[in-house]
């Protein structure tokens, strides 16, 4: 049994939160999130997020963290593949590890 209630839509949120000290680099974390969201499509991932999208974030109380992405699953077996074999996913997590952050990204989902 999941631990994990649906959200009132029926699907997984996720949010994920970064750390990236400079605005140049969020930037290209954003970006990175829509390149995601187009290669998931291309090459079929075997799921479909409902939605995928990210922003930079400029509020005092963000306690430090300056991108936070959301990302919508219709399950949570979809999720767990995204995380382990979605090959977009693989390549956004690579080319995170160069824009500076400073600690592993909080991931919280409901």
Do not use: W
Not at 72 to 77: M, P, T, V
Not at 89 to 110: D, I, M, S
Request: proline share 7%.
């Amino acid at each position: 049994m999941s631990t994990t209630p649906p959200s009132p839509s029926g699907q997984i949120r996720r949010i994920t939160m970064f750390k990236i000290p400079e605005g140049e680099n969020q930037q290209k974390l954003v970006e990175a999130y829509e390149v995601l969201a187009k290669e998931q499509q291309k090459v079929r991932c075997n799921i479909f997020p409902a939605c995928t999208q990210a922003s930079v974030v400029n509020d005092p109380r963000s306690k430090g963290y300056t991108v936070v992405a959301e990302t919508q699953f219709s399950s949570l077996d979809d999720m767990n593949y995204y995380d382990t074999e979605c090959a977009a996913h693989t390549n956004l997590k690579k080319g995170a590890r160069g824009l500076g952050v400073t600690e592993p990204p909080l991931v919280v989902y409901y």
